[in-house]
C-alpha cells in the first residue's frame, strides 16, 4: 500500500471552486488517486478541526448549506483517510520545531511533521507549506 499525507488545503478544494484552475486540477487528482484502493491518505488529528472549522465558519456566512456539508462529510468518510495518532505528542517539540524553522503555523507544521516521519509525499496546495516541504527533502504528492 502507498500513502499520502493528506493537507486540508487539498481536502478543501474538493468543496469550493479555488481562485486557479491549476489548484483545482490538482485536488482533483488526488481525490481520483485516492480511489485507488492501494492508497491511503494520512491526516494529523487536527486535520478534522481544521475542516470543520471551514465548514462552519462557510455555514456561519451563508456561503454553505448545513445539508451540503453533511453530504461532503459523507463522501468524506467513504475515502481511506487516517488520523496519526502520534501528532499530539509531537506537538510541542517537533512540530513546533519545524513551525519555528520554516515560519509556520504549528496546524500547517504538523502536517510537514506527518509527512518526514512517514516518509510519505504531501499533497498541499498551500504554498507556504509546499515552500518549507521542499527545503526539508519531502516530495509533492504526483497524482
Not at 451563508?62 to 461532503?72: I, R, T, V
Amino acid at each position: 500500500m502507498t500513502g499520502l499525507v493528506l493537507d486540508a488545503s487539498v481536502t478543501m478544494n474538493w468543496l469550493f471552486e479555488p481562485a486557479a484552475p491549476d489548484d483545482r486540477a490538482y485536488a482533483s487528482a488526488v481525490l481520483e488517486a485516492m480511489k485507488d484502493p492501494g492508497i491511503l491518505a494520512e491526516v494529523p488529528v487536527m486535520w478534522a478541526l481544521e475542516v470543520g472549522n471551514v465548514l462552519a465558519r462557510a455555514e456561519a456566512r451563508d456561503l454553505l448549506a448545513q445539508a451540503h456539508s453533511e453530504a461532503f462529510l459523507e463522501m468524506l468518510g467513504c475515502l481511506p483517510i487516517r488520523a496519526d495518532a502520534a501528532t499530539f505528542a509531537r506537538a510541542l517539540a517537533d512540530t513546533l520545531h519545524l513551525a519555528r524553522r520554516y515560519g509556520l503555523a504549528t496546524y500547517d507544521a504538523s502536517y510537514l511533521e506527518l509527512a518526514l516521519r512517514s516518509g510519505l509525499p504531501l499533497a498541499t496546495l498551500d504554498s507556504d507549506l509546499a515552500k518549507a516541504a521542499q527545503k526539508a527533502g519531502v516530495k509533492r504528492f504526483a497524482p
